[in-house]
Each structure stands twice: as C-alpha cells, then as structure tokens.
C-alpha cells in the first residue's frame, strides 16, 4: 500500500506529514488512518472480523476522497441561550444561517461555556435544555496544505471572529418579532461534522456572556420567518445605523429582555418610548409622558397584531410612564391597576412590562419597517 500511495502524486503529501489549513496542521501518520477511518469503522459496522467487501469499499472511498481533497470544510457558529423553533433553519443573507447544533457542536459549546448546562445523574453527564440548543452560523471552506507539499511562505489565519455583529443584529430582530429573552454567547470556530482528515482543533473566544431567562423563551415560527429578516436586513442599512436615538431604543429593548429585575426591564422600555417618541421627533421640554402617549397612539393604535385603538394605547402608555417615574426616583409605587392591552386589569408589574414590551417592539418593527411593514402573528412574546 506504501508502494501505492508513493506513486500517488497528491496521496504522498497528504500521509506520514504534517497536513491542514495554513493556520491549523495536524500530523497523519497512514497507520493511525487507515486504524480510525477504515478498519475500526468496517469493524464496528460488520459486528465482526470476517471482510464485508461492501462496506469496506464505501469507507475506503470515503477516506480517499478526504485525503484527496482540495479543501477542508469550516464553521464558525455562535449558540443562542433562550430559543428554539420548530423551523429546520433560518436562512440570512450574507451565508448566514440559524439552525440547530449538531451534537458535536454542542459539546464543544459545552467545552466552551457557550451554554447553560445541568448536571444529569452522574458528575459526568450534562444535560441542555432544548432552548440552548439553536446558532448562528456560517460555513466556509479553506485550501488544505501539507509540508511535504510546501506551505505558504506567510500564513494567514482565518477571518475569525466575524459573526458577533450579525448574531448582534438576529437577536435584535428576533427580540422585536418574537419577544423573549434570546442571547447570543461565544464565538466558536470548528471543522465541519462531515469532515474526514485532516483532523484540526477548533477554538472559541473567551467572551462575556449574557444571561437569558429561561421563563421568557424566544420561539420562532414559520408565520414569523420572512419578519425577523426584513427586520435583520432594516437594522444593517446605514440610516438605521445613522440614527442615534433609534439606535438607543433597540439597544434598550435588547437589554430590557434579558434576565433582569422586572423594575428595571420597566425603566429600559420606557428609555425605548423616550427615545422614538421623543428625541427622534425632537420634542422639548420637561413633561415627556404626555408626547410619549400620544405618538405611541397615533402609531400603533388599530394596529393588526396589538389589536387596540388609540384610547386603549395611550391610557396604558401613560400608566406605565407613570410607574416607570415612581421606580427611578424611589418613590414608594402606589397601588396599581392597570388596563392591560387585552382589556384586563392588574396590578401585577411583571404583567405591565410583558403588555410594554409587546407594544414596543412593535414600534420598533414599524419605526424599521415603515407602517406597512408585515405583521407578526398575534400573541407574539406574550
């Protein structure tokens, strides 16, 4: 066999060297090969010793065919805590794509506390929870090198990490379209499942990680599919990017969902209506509650997912300013009921700043999106 792959002009640089990418080699001796690829698989598969020549020639032409190739297979995938889907993937422009983990990628989400996890009935076993188990991610593939075949004379590394900002901008979108409290964790770079040799190691940058709360999930359905891209495509453009005071609401909407006391999601949202009611449309002086009522009516009433008239906005927008006055200043709360958006009373907080955070992101969908923008299903982040 030796003889054989001697003879071979690409199988003799890619055995019993150093073979990879420019920026991650690995040796490949041909008996450690020939032991992992072909013979413990054929092994394993037969349940037994004697040959079966159909299996042996179906990996055989699987290890050729990755020693023969000319790239290796990439992906770097970047796992969201809080979400799920019953969807297959999420499509994104750019190569992007939201799909579930493999499960070799979860374990290295794992490896790399990308993940909540759980212990399970031993010190060694790990559970995650099915809303961990979703990334974004993007696939690319690399020349594969050898050093009996010469390397370049400057190795590059890969374009990594360059998926922060995208994940940044999906959460954003799901966040408005679907409620919840979604986050995107690490960055992690990885070969691809499928790939044969050349076995490289992946890595993962060491970030902060936020913190989603497991009792407001995201969930994505197929009705809001087309929504969360229009929307993930509107946060890209320079006008969104441009514009400060929009730019201070989304930001405050994303930090309002996050696991945080329900007091201080209720100041984030109300940060939200002061920046698209008020600074966006330049209004002055001391007493921002009554503008702030009043445009979020004039925008969102009779609106097919809030389904409520401008009374029925503007009562509860102005209930929730003035709640949102008495936590910043330390007043004591009065005892509170309030309409919610259904018609319904509460004094329930966590309820308020649920019904608040539903109607800001629609008005973030409508400020990205324009009036005539798609509607979400009814009910969503409720």
Known sequence: MRGAIDADPVLRTRVDTMVGTEFSLRQQPLDALLLRYLVEPVILIS?????????????????????????????????LAGF??????????????????????????????????????????????????????????????????????????????SLEEPARGLVTALRIICGGSTVATR????????NAPPAIEG?????????????????????????????YQALAT?????????????????????????????????????????KRRQISGPRKGAPIAEHAAHLLADDPVLRVDHAAVHRFVTAAYKRRNAEVHGEPPEPLAVTLL??????????????????????????????TARPAPPGQGR
């Open 47 to 79: 349940r037994g010793y004697a040959l079966d020549q159909e299996v042996f020639d179906r990996h055989f032409a699987r290890l050729d065919a990755a020693l023969r190739a000319d790239t290796v297979g990439f992906v770097e995938f970047i796992p």
């Open 84 to 161: 799920t889907s019953h969807l297959a993937e999420l499509a994104l422009p750019g190569g992007l794509a939201l799909r579930p983990m493999s499960d070799r990628q979860i374990s290295q989400a794992i490896q790399f506390l990308a993940i909540p996890v759980e212990f399970g009935s031993g010190p060694t076993s790990v559970e995650v929870s099915r809303f961990h188990q979703w990334a974004v991610t993007r696939e690319q593939d690399y020349p594969v090198h050898s050093y009996k075949a010469g390397m370049p004379e400057h190795p590059r590394g890969p374009a990594f990490p």
């Open 187 to 194: 960055p992690i770079y990885a070969p691809l499942d499928e």
């Open 203 to 231: 890595s993962a940058v060491r970030s902060a990680v936020g913190i989603a709360d497991i009792d407001r999930p995201t969930l994505l359905i197929t009705e809001q599919a087309d929504a969360v891209r229009e929307v």
């Open 238 to 278: 320079t006008a969104t990017r441009q514009d400060r005071s929009l730019q201070v609401a989304l930001r405050r909407f994303v930090d309002s969902g996050s696991n945080k006391p329900t007091e201080d999601r209720l100041v984030d949202l109300v940060i939200c209506c002061e920046a698209l009611f008020v």
């Open 342 to 371: 259904d018609g319904s009373t509460t004094a329930d907080l966590a309820r308020l700043v649920d019904d608040l955070a539903l109607l800001v992101g629609r008005a973030l969908h409508l400020t990205l999106n324009g009036p």
